[in-house]
């Protein structure tokens, strides 16, 4: 099932009413795991440690900490600093499964001035969960909460 990224990206605007990157990483993961359709898990990890992420606000069951930047989907979206959209998650050799029932990954990259924030990842029980459309629409809410947060915390 497809979502209404333009409706989403005017909602998420709306409600992201402070400059304050915790209390809208909080609201962004709820309104994600509220608005689209079939994901089992969605949250921020942060780069605060070198070469690390580190769990942050998130939705759904309690997750892998830390992700060193060498291993998994997330780990590969920090290095590469590009989306990864994994149909399969069973297929990536060094996923990290934190829930067994996982198919599909997006796991979208956040970089600040040249230098990544973190990571937004969503995770989906329906293999092939996320199409090109989504990757996009997901992408540009990415870019509306990092437009409307000031997105401090670094390593
Ligand atoms: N599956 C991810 C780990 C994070 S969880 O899905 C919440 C990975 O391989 O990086």
């Not at 409706?7 to 998420?12: E, F, I, V």
């Not at 795991?33 to 069951?61: S, V």
């Amino acid at each position: 099932m497809t979502a209404d990224y333009p409706l989403l990206l005017r909602q998420l605007a709306a409600l992201l009413d402070t400059r304050d990157w915790l209390t809208n990483s909080a609201q962004t993961c709820a309104f994600l795991m509220e608005a689209i359709p079939d994901l089992n898990w969605a949250g921020f990890y942060l780069h605060r440690m070198p070469e690390t992420l580190c769990l942050g606000p998130f939705q759904g069951k309690p997750a892998c900490h830390p992700i060193p930047f060498a291993k998994g989907v997330c780990g590969a979206a920090a290095r590469t600093r590009r989306t990864q959209r994994i149909d399969d998650v069973h297929a990536v050799a060094d996923h990290i499964a934190c829930d067994a029932a996982s198919r599909a990954e997006l796991v979208v990259p956040i970089v600040v001035d040249d230098q990544l924030w973190g990571v937004l990842d969503l995770d989906s029980p329906i293999q092939g969960r996320f199409s090109e459309a989504d990757q996009a629409g997901i992408e540009a809410l990415v870019r509306v909460f990092m437009d409307r947060s000031d997105l401090v915390e670094r390593a």
